[in-house]
């Protein structure tokens, strides 16, 4: 069974062709919502950017040969534990020379957080066939209040 590489959550990325090698820019690891007055909880949009990407990473086993098909999907948990977001779950095989393979979720629009707190990016991942999900792996984000900025003096 393959098993868990990696999970990262940024703003933007890039894949370098002739290597496959992949770079990652403004890896999220807090998010920051401006406080409303009486309000505990952010209000949709309340995000300081709106568009991110997740990559997942599932590294190749020996026993994983080409003929194996896996299932993996990407889902967020907020801090409750309920899915906040989710994707439908993907196939993939492992050719003879590859020994990772990735998933991306490009262009993902959050308008907005249900509660403060930490939320997990969780992968999961199982043979096709299997009824539940064998392998997983999270990644965990906070999303935090902050006081509004004062607005600047003008003098």
């Known amino acids: 069974m393959a098993r868990p590489a990696y999970i990262v959550f940024a703003e933007s990325g890039a894949i370098d062709q002739p290597t496959n090698r992949a770079s990652f820019f403004n890896v999220v690891e807090n998010l920051d919502v401006i406080q409303q007055e009486g309000n505990a909880t952010p209000p949709a949009g309340a995000g300081q950017r709106a568009t991110?990407?997740?990559?997942?990473?599932?590294?190749?086993?020996?026993?994983?040969?080409?003929?194996?098909?896996?299932?993996?999907?990407?889902?967020?948990?907020?801090?409750?534990?309920?899915?906040?977001?989710?994707?439908?779950?993907?196939?993939?095989?492992?050719?003879?020379?590859?020994?990772?393979?990735?998933?991306?979720?490009?262009?993902?629009?959050?308008?907005?957080?249900p509660a403060l707190g930490v939320y997990n990016i969780e992968a999961r991942l199982r043979r096709r066939g299997e009824e539940g999900w064998t392998t997983r792996q999270t990644y965990p984000f906070l999303v935090r209040q902050v006081a509004a900025p004062n607005p600047p003096n003008a003098d």
């Open 52 to 113: 991110f990407r997740i990559v997942v990473a599932w590294m190749k086993e020996p026993a994983d040969t080409p003929d194996i098909v896996f299932e993996s999907e990407v889902v967020c948990l907020a801090p409750s534990g309920e899915p906040f977001f989710g994707g439908h779950a993907t196939t993939f095989t492992f050719p003879p020379e590859i020994n990772f393979h990735r998933l991306y979720v490009n262009d993902l629009h959050i308008p907005g957080f």
